[in-house]
């Protein structure tokens, strides 16, 4: 075996879960469709490599961003319709307004701090349109209890085998992955990553998203491990 590290867009779209990709589309249009049915143009944060945006209808003008090149190179490939940018989530200026900016697969909690947290928010709502929305997901207190202890995972995938270890210290919760690139019959390549999320409480997201946001619902995902907010600007 070689250790080496190749960038991880280079296993995501193996490693992804398609129908989770859709369940989580279906989770942000819903509420686009219950509290602003004539939005048209969206942006999703931390877009990765696309797989969300890419089940919205082609009735949607999408954007992304991510602070990842590798996985925008991604995006602008795989579809076509779509403008993405590089850029973080917590300072990003793109010269456009939304009707609706969304983030889901928690990544807000990769965010370095609870400042880049609130910054962010004011970013948002400096992007969106009158009474636009702001739908996102985050982590929350329940999911470091939950995965505190527990044993690491491995699992076969087409370009070799995935081992995950969740790791648990104060209020992250870091991603120890090392992926197992076959080469050959006899021959891996080990790449590991690690990510790390931050998790703050509730009632603190809660006040600093109302400096900048109505909330006009929560749901609670994965038995209280994760929540959605579905917001609108002032």
């Known amino acids: 075996m070689t250790n080496m590290a190749k960038s991880f867009v280079h296993f995501w779209e193996s490693l992804e879960d398609k129908k989770e990709a859709k369940d989580r589309a279906a989770r942000v249009l819903k509420p686009i469709k219950t509290y602003n049915k004539k939005a048209k143009k969206v942006l999703e944060l931390g877009v990765g490599i696309g797989a969300v945006l890419d089940n919205f209808p082609k009735k949607f003008l999408i954007y992304g961003l991510d602070i990842e090149e590798d996985y925008i190179d991604v995006c602008k490939k795989k579809i076509k319709r779509g403008k993405f940018f590089v850029s973080s989530m917590h300072n990003f200026k793109v010269h456009e307004e939304f009707d609706v900016v969304f983030s889901v697969f928690d990544s807000i909690n990769f965010l370095e701090d609870f400042n880049q947290w609130k910054s962010t928010f004011l970013a948002v709502s400096q992007h969106l349109k009158e009474s636009?929305?702001?739908?996102?997901?985050?982590?929350?207190?329940?999911?470091?209890?939950?995965?505190?202890g527990k044993e690491a995972t491995a699992s076969k995938f087409p370009k070799g085998?995935?081992?995950?270890?969740?790791?648990?210290?104060?209020?992250?919760?870091?991603?120890?992955f090392k992926i197992f690139e076959k080469i050959t019959e006899d021959t891996y390549q080990i790449h590991e990553y690690e990510f790390t999320e931050r998790i703050y409480p509730v009632s603190k997201v809660k006040h600093a998203l109302t400096q900048q946001f109505e909330i006009l619902k929560t749901r609670h995902l994965e038995e209280g491990r994760k929540i959605l907010f579905v917001c609108r600007k002032k």
């Open 132 to 148: 636009g929305l702001f739908i996102f997901d985050m982590y929350t207190p329940r999911a470091l209890q939950h995965f505190r």
């Open 161 to 176: 085998y995935v081992y995950d270890q969740a790791l648990v210290r104060g209020n992250t919760l870091t991603w120890d």
